[in-house]
């Protein structure tokens, strides 16, 4: 059994699965390693703090009895409310038809899954028991509960991500288009139900309002903005993409300047609420709600609020994208990593300051002294691994999977290809051993390029291999159905070429007899 | 043309349907029976919850000390929970702070010994003469009150007269720590009491955010436990493990002055029902409408002295 991956075959046989793997890290570019590497001990960071969480009850988070909603929490806020941000731009080319944002569409997806999981990863640790989660959610559901809404309405979510992400690299326009429409309803619909979970609260009278299921929203489209610019300002560096799958600068051209605008209407729409948010809970009777606003105003939270939301997170990034000289290029990037630290410390300031002025002083009828927390090393160490953890799925995915949207190449080679007709797993990259589900015309095949030994890059010739080897590379990948491509794919640093073993066993390949 | 296409039906990945490939019709279909999956399982499954809760509870009974069950034992019948309706007195011009009763709830209840988890603490108000309030609990009040508050900003100031305010769970009409819990482990027994299934509690900590009055607290883990249970939510039930064997909760019997009153407020010659017929009695936070069933009795000789 033999999977292809986009055009790459690996074998589930150990030893050759892990020869493939370590011919696929040996041709990755030094700074990719590097950068990879980075991001796995981020993620080996974050194992080490779930393992350490896992006995349920130690103390080893934080939080207190005052301050049961730590760092952990405010992080799976931040993660998957930039899920539906993302969602949310990516709608505007997907189903409002906006040109500019119609090349976000497969990353703005990728993203917003690595997103999702890494928030799943991390609520999962929060919860002592998320194995009973699963189960009471459907065993014993709780309709007045909005945590319970915003679970099941979270794993819709995903479903339906998961399906838009399947048309897109299966190429399925339909599906594609159907699924975004779908992850657009629930990118309204789950992060108002999390802004809910806090907005239904009447003991915390800073949380509990209606509007915060919609700042969720607003700050939703800033996160999603901010962190669509920060890839996109970094794709065009050499070494991410696969060899063949380079992308050219024209093909998001539009996108940058479009993202620099939402941006700078996300942050004015955040900085107006952010005033008026505190303007009334100033003036709040309410003692908590009164009380979270003076900890952020002057308080123990004012560092995060003046300095690390507003300052760096609204107003250095606002004032960046507003400047008339600077081009498109040299701002968004800088603003919009100052926009995401600001979002993530709002988050944590939204969290911590719904709880900082203790409900147990009796009655309200004093002002009590805030509430202290600091998260654990161990907590820091998750929120940490929940950032790598996104960042790996997605490096991965931009070097593995074809995520640009340009015409005739991967989910629309159908076209580009001539009488090529590939199944949808095909399409997908993925492709069985036996016999290929790829079939392709006589006159594809006779433009591939006969290449018989680049599968190993350290000069090891493919046939000298042991006979599973081969027969297990004895594939049509989905590039090779691609002539233009398969050119491409031969690159001089003798990295391993999707379609190099195209040559040795031509037998899977199969003509359509339906087409000319 | 060498080979069928029909083939491809022997890949083992199992994509296709009857032999041929999958196709956009095949996908849509299932996506067409799948969407009623996901709509219908909480549905079908509000008739599946009796058979997870007994099962759950099966779990549950192999644990040490799990609070009884809800038939009461010494009350003779079975309806006996429903027609009786548990209220709590805190008699605060009685009070003395003198944390016997902490210390007979930590006892009782197995609470963690660490002072931040408590079923049941005492909180002292101080008055200024300016008429600021400061408020501490040193300790949860569980070895008393040392002659200062030791509250923020309290030091140096005159202080005009102060009380002690004993808190424990409201046992609310109206509980919002009931509504919020995402998978019903926590709910309200017929005599009013509210408890937590610590079988099922998965210590989200949503219920500890949601009290109005700082009641809960998620357990940790170590050699003091209420149940057996670490992680998940723990908070006052009145010693409903006594109570429904006919005897009054642990707080109250450790009350030095009789500042703790318990007692069934249907029965119209109980003490408790004397006492709210002849008091004025106080909720707190009775703006949020938890609608609690401990009532503060006393208040106006100290609040306004």
């Not at chain 2, 548990?86 to 702070?97: E, Q, Y």
Request: glycine content about 10%.
């Amino acid at each position: 059994m033999t999977l292809q991956v986009a055009g790459h075959p690996l074998s589930l046989h150990p030893r050759l699965a892990w020869s493939t793997v370590r011919v696929e890290v040996v041709s990755l570019p030094s700074p990719l390693k590097r950068w990879l590497g980075f991001l796995g001990a981020l993620v080996a960071i974050g194992a080490v703090g779930a393992v350490l969480t896992i006995p349920p009850g130690d103390e080893v988070f934080g939080t207190t009895p005052t301050i049961e909603w730590g760092v952990l929490i405010a992080s799976y806020v931040f993660l998957v409310v930039t899920t539906s941000g993302l969602c949310l731009v990516s709608a505007l080319g997907q189903v409002f038809g906006v040109e500019a944002f119609k090349p976000v569409a497969k990353r703005a997806v990728v993203l917003a899954l690595a997103f999702l999981l890494a928030g799943f990863a991390v609520i999962g640790l929060d919860l002592h028991y998320p194995i009973r989660l699963v189960f009471g959610v459907v065993l014993s559901p709780s309709p007045t509960s909005a945590m319970w809404w915003m679970g099941v309405l979270y794993c819709i979510y995903m479903v339906f991500l998961l399906v838009e992400l399947f048309g897109m690299l299966a190429g399925f326009e339909r599906i594609a288009k159907v699924g975004s429409a779908l992850c657009l309803v629930m990118a309204i619909a789950a992060p108002s139900t999390l802004g809910a979970v806090f907005g239904v609260l009447v003991s915390r009278s800073f949380w509990s309002e209606s509007l915060v299921p919609v700042y969720m929203l607003l700050t939703a489209i800033l996160s999603g903005t901010a962190i669509l610019g920060i890839v996109f300002s970094m794709i065009d560096r050499p070494g991410i993409a696969r060899p063949g799958h380079e992308h050219s600068a024209a093909e998001h051209a539009a996108v940058l300047p479009a993202i620099r605008r939402l941006l700078a209407l996300a942050i004015g729409l955040v900085l107006a609420y952010t005033t008026w948010e505190m303007a009334v809970a100033v003036a709040s009777g309410a003692p908590a709600a009164h009380g979270a606003a003076m900890a952020q105003l002057t308080g123990p939270l004012s560092v995060h609020f003046w300095l690390l939301k507003v300052g760096i997170g609204l107003v250095a990034p606002l004032a960046l994208l507003a400047l008339p000289g600077l081009i498109d290029r040299t701002v968004v990037l800088p603003a919009a990593c100052l926009a995401m630290v600001g979002m993530f410390v709002d988050r944590i300031a939204f969290v911590s300051a719904g709880q900082i002025a203790p409900p147990s002083v009796a009655s309200g009828v004093a002002s009590a002294p805030y509430a202290a927390y600091s998260p654990s090393l161990v907590e820091i160490a998750i929120v940490v691994g929940a950032v790598g953890l996104v960042g790996l799925i997605y490096t991965l995915a931009e070097r593995f999977l074809d995520l640009s949207e340009r015409e005739g190449h991967g989910a629309t080679a159908q076209a580009a290809g001539g009488g090529i007709v590939a199944t949808p797993l095909a399409r997908l990259g993925f492709v069985g051993r036996l016999p290929a589900f790829a079939t392709v015309a006589p006159e594809a095949m006779a433009a591939q390029p006969t290449v018989v030994e680049p599968i190993v890059a350290d000069g090891t010739a493919a046939s000298t291999l042991p006979e599973p080897f081969e027969a297990a590379f004895a594939l049509t990948p989905i590039d090779a159905l691609d002539p233009a491509l398969a050119t491409s794919d031969a690159t001089p640093d003798g990295a391993p070429c999707d379609n190099a073993q195209a040559g040795n066993q031509p037998a899977p390949a199969e003509t359509e007899g339906a087409l000319p | 043309m060498t080979e069928p296409v029909a083939t491809t039906g022997e890949c083992p990945t199992g994509a296709s349907v009857s032999g041929r490939p999958l196709n956009r019709r095949d996908v849509l279909k299932l996506g067409a029976a799948l969407v009623p999956c996901i709509v219908g399982a909480p549905l079908a499954a509000q008739w599946v919850v009796p058979a997870a809760d007994a099962a759950t509870t099966r779990i549950g009974t192999e644990r040490p000390a799990l609070p009884a069950p809800a038939v009461p034992e010494a009350a003779g019948t079975a309806s006996a929970g429903t027609d009786r309706r548990w209220g709590f007195v805190v008699d605060v011009s009685k009070c003395i702070g003198c944390g016997s009763c902490v210390d007979a709830c930590k006892l009782e209840n197995h609470v963690p010994l660490e002072p931040e988890y408590n079923r049941t603490w005492v909180e002292r108000h101080a008055v200024a003469e300016d008429g600021s309030v400061f408020i501490d609990s040193p300790d949860g009040g569980i070895h008393g009150f040392p002659p200062e508050s030791t509250a923020p900003g309290a030091a140096g100031q005159p202080i005009d007269h102060s009380f002690f305010m004993p808190r424990l769970c409201m046992q609310c009409e109206n509980p919002p720590c009931v509504a919020v819990c995402p998978v019903s482990a926590t709910y309200k027994t017929g005599d009013g009491v509210v408890l937590v299934d610590q079988s099922r509690c998965i210590g989200c900590g949503y219920c500890v955010v949601a009290c109005p009055y700082g009641a809960r607290y998620i357990v940790p883990s170590g050699s003091e436990t209420p149940t057996g249970w670490a992680g998940v939510a723990d908070k006052c039930t009145w010693c409903y493990h006594r109570t429904t064997r006919g005897r009054q909760p642990a707080c109250v019997e450790a009350c030095p002055v009789g500042a703790r009153v318990f007692g069934d407020m249907n029965d119209p010659a109980s003490p408790i029902s004397g006492i709210l017929r002849e008091q004025p009695a106080h909720v707190l936070k009775p703006e949020l409408g938890t609608n609690p069933r401990v009532w503060y009795v006393g208040l106006e000789g100290e609040a306004e002295a």
